[in-house]
């Protein structure tokens, strides 16, 4: 379940991403609150887009 909740968020706050770029910043907030998701989250990319990511990123890619 929390995976799932996680994964939800994750997409939420992708999308707000793209708000930014088409609609601005307090737009992607504001659908952010409707959807129950935390600001922090599109702050802190805004802030430093080139750590967007960072700690997903393996050192080592995988063998699937």
Same mark, same amino acid.
């Given at each position: 379940?929390?995976?799932?909740?996680?994964?939800?968020?994750?997409?939420?706050? @992708?999308? &707000? !991403?793209?708000?930014? +770029?088409?609609?601005? %910043? @307090?737009? &992607? !907030?504001?659908?952010? +609150?409707?959807?129950? %998701?935390?600001?922090?989250?599109?702050?802190?990319?805004?802030?430093?887009?080139?750590?967007?990511?960072?700690?997903?990123?393996?050192?080592?890619?995988?063998?699937?």
């Amino acid at each position: 379940m929390q995976r799932r909740t996680d994964e939800q968020t994750a997409l939420t706050a @992708e999308y &707000a !991403l793209y708000l930014v +770029d088409i609609r601005g %910043v @307090e737009f &992607a !907030l504001s659908y952010l +609150d409707t959807c129950n %998701v935390s600001r922090t989250i599109l702050t802190r990319a805004l802030q430093s887009p080139e750590l967007r990511r960072h700690h997903e990123r393996r050192k080592q890619p995988r063998n699937d």
